[in-house]
């Protein structure tokens, strides 16, 4: 286990002296005081308070009081003589660790020691993780100067204390996981789970499984009861990204999840109730999928109470510099890069890239930048920026468009067709082909009549 920092108060200075040497043999640093007024400057740089009750002056647990009326957070372990237990249970009371009996072998004083020692490195490590969370999510981590930016960053202070449920809007990379993150750090649920649930990840199939959970014989391989995502987030905050790819059976599901805080998991009839803040994402129009009949639009509503629209990065390019910035400071740290700075000619030319991957783009390229680069800072030759994709070829106006024949119909029919040959009928694999989502595809298999419900779907266009 790591070394600690011991403080000894005891007024027997033999048994002091042999308690110390013990401790020391075992690898901790230890500081004797033979009385509590002789302690308290000390305590603060100990992680561990070994104190005799019994002392000349101030007691032991007076001892305590003082360190929590000075806001000492070490551990302390008490020792106690026959007859004064009540004393120890009073110290235990006021948060002591832990209490030793005159007379106690040396051995299990370590024992003890170490016991605690270990705990207090975990609590002390747990609140640095928490500290470094709160930290990374704050608004200020959540770089954006732009009007647009100040605009969310309000909203988002108004709105995360409360249990409404919010719908970010935004294109991939623009930082709507991060912002649901913050709604959760600064609401009343921090201290409960926060679960990331990617719609699109999930196959349609494992879904409902996955969002609800299920009972043991559900389905074949369901050898024990699990429970799903919603249960795993009770008290906390459930976020779902891209929830424009959520399939209408299971959206009905989440409509209840929303207006009751109830489910069922997938093979019992037992309603369970949850409670869960809601916060959602998504890349695409959701009203277009209204209009398309791919969206219930009972959900949409209940999803966007309110609604939160991250801009591109293109549209609010006076957050670059400070993005850029934060990125180096932070990224040449983590890489140990040779590069802490980036010159105002660099911003200058990253201010001529159009960033369609957003805010993503933009630290993968400083990233990539730092680890190339050859010098203290970052000059506009050093930036890495991936060369935009070459536009096609433009037909002159007379040419065709379409193979002579072909409707625009059937060549759409065609590409779906041919994607699902290559994706051997798996849906989601075509629809990434085409650049749909799986959704959009299902729409226009079911215009096609290959949505029915039966394997025709699967199995057709890949035989055709």
């Known amino acids: 286990m790591p070394p600690g920092r011991i403080l000894l108060v005891e007024d027997e200075d033999k048994l002091r002296r042999v308690i110390q040497i013990q401790l020391e043999s075992a690898g901790f640093e230890v500081d004797g005081a033979s009385s509590a007024e002789q302690a308290l400057p000390l305590a603060t740089l100990a992680d561990l308070v070994i104190t005799d009750l019994r002392l000349p002056g101030m007691s032991g647990v007076e001892l ?14 008490v020792i106690t003589a026959h007859g004064s237990v009540e004393a120890a249970v009073e110290a235990m009371k006021l948060g002591a660790a832990d209490f030793l009996q005159k007379p106690f072998s040396l051995d299990h004083l370590t024992a003890i020691v170490q016991k605690v020692m270990a705990v207090q490195v975990l609590r002390d490590e747990n609140r640095r993780m928490r ?5 990374r999510y704050q608004f200020d981590n959540i770089i954006g100067r732009s009007g647009a930016m100040r605009e969310i960053f309000h909203t988002v202070e108004r709105v995360a204390p409360t249990r409404a449920t919010v719908l970010l809007a935004g294109q991939s990379g623009v930082g709507k996981d991060m912002i649901a993150r913050a709604i959760h ?14 719609c699109t990840a999930l196959p349609e199939n494992l879904m409902e499984s996955e969002l609800f959970g299920y009972e043991k014989g559900a389905f074949t391989g369901a050898n024990a009861s699990k429970p799903g995502k919603f249960e795993q987030a009770d008290q906390g905050t459930v976020f779902l990204d891209e929830i424009g790819d959520v399939p209408g059976n299971i959206q009905v599901k989440l409509l209840r999840i929303l207006q009751e805080r109830q489910f069922e998991r997938l093979g019992s009839n037992l309603t369970r109730s949850v409670d869960v803040r809601v916060v959602a994402a998504t890349n695409v129009d959701l009203r277009a999928a209204l209009e398309q ?3 219930r639009e009972d959900l949409y509503y209940r999803l966007n109470v309110v609604p939160i629209n991250i801009p591109p990065l293109r549209d609010r390019t006076e957050d670059i510099p400070f993005l850029a910035r934060h990125f180096v400071q932070k990224l040449s740290r983590e890489l140990g890069s040779l590069a802490k700075e980036i010159s105002p000619a660099a911003i200058d030319r990253l201010l001529t890239h159009s960033w369609p991957g957003n805010v993503r783009e933009l630290e993968n390229t400083i990233e990539r930048s730092l680890v190339l680069a ?10 890495r920026i ?4 070459a536009a096609a070829s433009v037909p002159s106006a007379q040419a065709p468009l379409l193979p002579e024949g072909e409707t625009l119909e059937h060549w759409e029919q065609m590409m779906i067709r041919e994607a699902l040959r290559r994706a051997n009928g798996n849906k989601s694999q075509a629809a990434r082909m085409l650049g749909l989502t799986r959704n959009a595809l299902r729409y226009r298999l079911s215009q096609m009549g290959l ?14």
Not at 131 to 135: A, I, M, S, V
């Open 64 to 77: 305590i009081q003082q360190f929590q009326a000075r806001g000492i957070s070490a551990a302390v372990i």
């Open 131 to 135: 500290e470094e969370l709160d930290q």
């Open 185 to 198: 750090q600064h609401s009343p649920r921090k201290n409960h789970p926060f679960i990331k649930i990617n």
């Open 293 to 295: 009949g791919r969206f």
């Open 374 to 383: 050859p010098a203290e800072v970052l000059q506009p030759s050093d930036l």
């Open 386 to 389: 991936e060369a935009p994709r």
């Open 451 to 464: 949505e029915s419900g039966s394997e025709e779907a699967d199995t057709a266009p890949g035989l055709s």
